[in-house]
Nanobody, 123 residues
Framework: QGQLVESGGGLVQAGGSLRLSCAFS????????LGWFRQAPGKEREFVAVISWSGASIFYHESVKGRFTITRDNAKNTMYLQMSNLKPEDTAVYYC????????????????WGQGTQVTVSS
């Protein structure tokens, strides 16, 4: 089994920045694709970004392109999501995910999930 642990969430004003981290352990996550999803109150889980094991392939949801950057450091067993120019609509619980076995936009494709970290953007 493996474990994913998110950190770095918090409260920030619109236009501000946050960096989320996802520490992975207990499995060969370093050889797997990793990603981020988010869920706002009353809404379904939404794909945010995904990165291949080497970092060579990266995809973003259209709503975060140009504002969010996903990276990973396999030597440190950590993935990051740098979020800039945050908007109130970015408010959600952000989840780290791993090892998609289907569409990387589909939350059901991911067997591994972290516990989530809250991001709140005030207007």
């Amino acid at each position: 089994q493996g474990q994913l642990v998110e950190s770095g969430g918090g409260l920030v004003q619109a236009g501000g920045s946050l960096r989320l981290s996802c520490a992975f352990s207990g499995r060969t996550f370093g050889s797997l694709s990793l990603g981020w999803f988010r869920q706002a109150p009353g809404k379904e889980r939404e794909f945010v970004a995904v990165i291949s094991w080497s970092g060579a392939s990266i995809f973003y949801h259209e709503s975060v392109k140009g504002r969010f950057t996903i990276t990973r450091d396999n030597a440190k067993n950590t993935m990051y999501l740098q979020m800039s120019n945050l908007k109130p609509e970015d408010t959600a619980v952000y989840y780290c995910v791993a090892d998609p076995d289907g569409s990387w936009r589909d939350p059901n494709s991911y067997p591994y999930w972290g516990q989530g970290t809250q991001v709140t953007v005030s207007s």
